[in-house]
């Protein structure tokens, strides 16, 4: 069995800055970096590396970074037949800013993410069929998301949900999901306040697996549905670039529930991977391999 990620391809344009810009003002990067990013990639990738069979549904443009990104995916033993290919939108871009302290800034624009329809999904039936867990976030139409949750319902697979990056249209209603992970923010949005242990605790009564929100360098909270809140620390490191961090905790977190470890052991993985991650530059370039992961556990 297997992870299925449907989700976005993105090529990632990252300029390293002393201080990120205010509006109306400009400055100058000290290095810059182009490589292969967008949440769905990033987290297909991660749970790769980390040790599950991946299966990955998304859309690039006609271009070179759309051959680039299949043969990229090819290089991680992950398929790219299911990649579609669209003649009307580019591979999607983003641009990102990094400063001195690793936090960073993001805008994206989504191309070729955008063209992904439910139609595609029909066409890949086989892959929900032979997956246990699927994997979403917010970069790809709300559209085929919901409709990817539904095939993954009726085809009994665990569906992991990451809304982000947020979308206001994102309702925790109108989707079926066992396990939402989400950061401070997405969290603040979706329960009203901003105290992330009360944000957790109002998702008590939602009959979900599990609900995760991460804090970066502060502990792990998540919450199983015996309604416990519970802790976990990750590892304390040195920060380089926290692009992509999320994206390594969420990847290593499928790769470990596929392999039927218990959810606190799960966060203790993924809390390690997104630790290492961000102790060097880039997304996809610094997600940890399980060997890695298991070094520093």
Not at 38 to 50: D, F, P, S, T
Not at 273 to 295: F, H, L, M, W, Y
């Amino acid at each position: 069995m297997s992870v299925l990620v449907i989700g976005s391809l993105i090529v990632d344009n990252t300029l390293y800055v002393e201080k990120i810009p205010k509006a109306g003002e400009t400055t100058i990067a000290k290095s810059s970096l182009s490589s292969l990013g967008g949440k769905g990639a990033n987290q297909a990738i991660a749970a790769r590396l980390a040790g599950a069979q991946v299966n990955f549904i998304g859309c690039v443009g006609d271009d070179s970074e759309g051959i680039l990104y299949k043969n990229h995916l090819k290089d991680h033993k992950i398929s790219s037949s299911s990649i579609i290919t669209s003649d009307r939108e580019p591979t999607g871009s983003a641009f990102i800013s990094v400063d001195a302290g690793g936090e960073n800034s993001i805008v994206v624009n989504p191309g070729a993410n955008h063209s992904l329809t439910p139609e595609h999904l029909d066409k890949h039936i086989n892959l929900f069929k032979k997956s246990k867990i699927i994997l979403l976030q917010l970069e790809i139409p709300m559209e085929t998301m919901r409709y990817a949750c539904r095939l993954a319902r009726a085809n009994g697979l665990m569906i992991l949900i990451n809304p982000s990056p947020w979308n206001p249209a994102f309702s925790t209603d109108e989707f079926p999901y066992d396990v939402l992970i989400l950061n401070e923010i997405e969290a603040a949005q979706i329960s009203g306040t901003s105290n992330m242990t009360k944000s957790l605790e109002s998702f008590r009564n939602f009959g979900l697996d599990m609900v995760v929100i991460t804090q970066g360098s502060e502990p792990t909270l998540f919450m199983s549905q015996s309604g416990e809140v519970m802790k976990l620390m990750p590892p304390v490191v040195k920060v380089t670039d926290t692009v992509g961090a999320g994206d390594a905790f969420t990847g290593a977190l499928a790769a470990s529930l596929l392999e039927g470890k218990t959810f606190s052991e799960s966060i203790h993985l993924a809390n390690t991977a997104g630790a290492i991650s961000v102790t060097k530059a880039g997304a996809q370039g610094a997600t940890p391999t399980r060997k890695e992961i298991e070094s520093f556990l």
